[in-house]
């Protein structure tokens, strides 16, 4: 099932709305080009717009530049719809809303407004396709971002269309983008953008050390100060948390229970400080013992890692993937 973008997405000018409505557009190519194609939403867009968006000088999808004045704005555009054009347009449903063997004298119940209006009038005369049309799906959801023209995220409306050959009837809402890209996706684009303002320092020396109890992180007892004096086993996946800011770790008390996979943990819980996050996990050691862990983590990152890993245990390979991700 297809989904339809608001028309007035695309006649985007105004520098802060455009600024305003860049992660719209990086999310839609997001949503439609996921390598997974189970996870892939189609974009359908009609033909009228894409021969008109096709008619612009400059990188034609999806905004304008001729009236952009800022060059670094300017900059982001022109990469944002070199992206969009050739990524996104191979996944991009054209719809030719020529076909109907009825009259299409539709009306929207709630909003007789949008008929007047040429942008919605075609975006309408779209979603009447399916009535005709037995090989195009479209979703009642539509893509809105942020704007002054056009409809807003929550806005609904009933399109009506009764002919001759059949009756047709359809409610749809306006919804963001955001709520169409999984919540581990967010993540990362948040843990990105982090990284590109230097929000995750990545330390040369990880301090650990063991809290008021015996050493049983270690099979050998050996003694440590530092992330790089644990086992191979022990620091496989710790070692990879020092990409995302692991700066100190503490071993406190442990059990025999519920071991998984040496070096493995799950969060238990992310305590907020004013400069840090400390990130409490169930470790399994080498031992064979569980022990609760205290990951130290610049602040924010621990929480954007309880919601990307949720109960899911953090292995090498979940870790890892998820790294490569941000890079």
């Excluded at 569980?290 to 990152?301: D, N």
């Amino acid at each position: 099932m297809s989904v339809l973008i608001d028309p007035y997405m695309f006649e985007l000018s105004n520098e802060q709305e455009i600024r305003d409505n860049i992660t719209f557009f990086m999310n839609v190519i997001k949503i439609a080009s996921y390598s997974e194609k189970s996870k892939r939403i189609p974009i359908a867009v009609y033909s009228g717009m894409i021969e008109k968006m096709q008619k612009r000088a400059i990188q034609p999808f999806p905004i304008q530049l001729s009236m952009i004045q800022d060059k670094d704005l300017k900059s982001t555009i022109m990469q944002l719809n070199n992206s969009f054009s050739n990524a996104l347009i191979r996944f991009v449903e054209n719809i030719d809303i020529d076909e109907c063997d009825g009259n299409q004298e539709f009306v929207v119940r709630n909003d007789e407004e949008m008929t007047e209006d040429d942008h919605y009038f075609e975006l309408l005369s779209t979603l009447l396709v399916p009535c005709y049309s037995e090989t195009v799906d479209l979703d009642s959801k539509i893509l809105t971002g942020n704007k002054e023209n056009g409809k807003q995220i929550g806005d609904t409306f009933e399109l009506v269309c009764n002919c001759d050959t059949r009756e047709y009837q359809k409610t749809c809402n306006f919804i963001s983008v955001d709520d169409l890209v999984s919540d581990k996706d967010k993540v990362i684009q948040e843990l990105k953008q982090k990284k590109k303002n230097g929000g995750i320092p990545v330390s040369s020396t990880v301090t650990a050390s063991i809290g008021s109890h015996h050493n049983h992180v270690q099979a050998n007892r050996k003694k440590f100060s530092e992330l790089d004096d644990l086992s191979s086993q022990n620091k496989i996946v710790l070692r990879l948390l020092k990409e995302l800011g692991l700066f100190r770790i503490i071993f406190g008390k442990f059990t025999p229970n519920g071991v998984k996979a040496i070096g493995t943990m799950s969060i238990q819980n992310v305590d907020s400080k004013d400069s840090q996050d400390i990130v409490t996990v169930n470790f399994s050691a080498e031992t064979q013992m569980v022990i609760e862990t205290f990951l130290y983590f610049p602040k924010g990152i621990g929480e954007l890692l309880k919601r990307y890993f949720k109960s899911e245990q953090l292995t090498y390979q979940t870790v890892e993937n998820m790294i490569e991700k941000i890079k």
